[in-house]
Nanobody
Framework: QVQLVDSGGGLVQAGGSLRLSCAAS????????MGWFRQVPGKERVFVAL???????NYLDSVKGRFTISRDIAKNTVYLQMSSLKPEDTAVYYC?????????????????WGQGTQVTVSS
């Protein structure tokens, strides 16, 4: 019953910043785990960041110190703040949600998905 709308992608120079947003429907958002994933043509969709229903956060090693995931419960929105962007960060970014609150790094564990937003980092 949950619907997700992700947005905020665009074109940015290497070293720049973007903030992605994921707006969720439903009344149980605060108890859901949320994740961000990314995918490039010809490759599998991979984990980027997650936040569990209890607030536990984890990141892909290559984005630690550069990306920050956060949740605004009042707005039913999850964010991914991306700084010091690199060309290798170029991908379609997807937000995802799962019920129960416990978070996983595997895309297959998530029940609900946004449509994706393109992030392109130029050199």
């Amino acid at each position: 019953q949950v619907q997700l709308v992700d947005s905020g992608g665009g074109l940015v120079q290497a070293g720049g910043s973007l903030r992605l947003s994921c707006a969720a429907s439903g009344r149980t958002f605060s108890r859901y785990a949320m994740g961000w994933f990314r995918q490039v043509p010809g490759k599998e969709r991979v984990f980027v960041a997650l936040i569990s229903g209890s607030g536990i956060i984890n990141y892909l090693d290559s984005v630690k110190g550069r990306f920050t995931i956060s949740r605004d419960i009042a707005k039913n929105t999850v964010y991914l703040q991306m700084s010091s962007l690199k060309p290798e960060d170029t991908a379609v970014y997807y937000c995802a949600a799962r019920s129960g609150g416990w978070a996983f790094a595997s895309p297959s564990e998530y029940e609900y998905w946004g449509q994706g937003t393109q992030v392109t980092v130029s050199s």
